[in-house]
């Protein structure tokens, strides 16, 4: 079972700023690592294909600019 947070906690307060560093590092790495492996590489071949549809003229840019009128006017 489980360590209680409370526990958890009191091990934390007992180390120094270096090691509450090492932690905080490792569990924002931890945090932000992707779930799926093959999420970044997905990612990459979405945007290497959306580049060459661009590049390729079969769709068509919208200026930055533009994009954030159209978000802005929807959000508020």
């Known amino acids: 079972m489980a360590r209680a947070i409370a526990d958890i906690r009191k091990d934390i307060e007992s ?3 270096e090691e509450r ?3 905080i590092r490792t569990l924002i790495t931890q945090l932000d690592a992707p779930a799926d492996p ?3 590489k997905a990612w990459l071949e979405t945007a290497h294909r959306r580049y060459s549809e661009l590049i390729q003229g079969k769709v068509t840019g919208v200026p930055g600019h533009l994009v954030f009128r159209h978000l802005y006017s929807r959000l508020g």
């Open 15 to 17: 180390l120094n700023d």
């Open 21 to 23: 560093g090492d932690l």
């Open 38 to 40: 093959n999420v970044e």
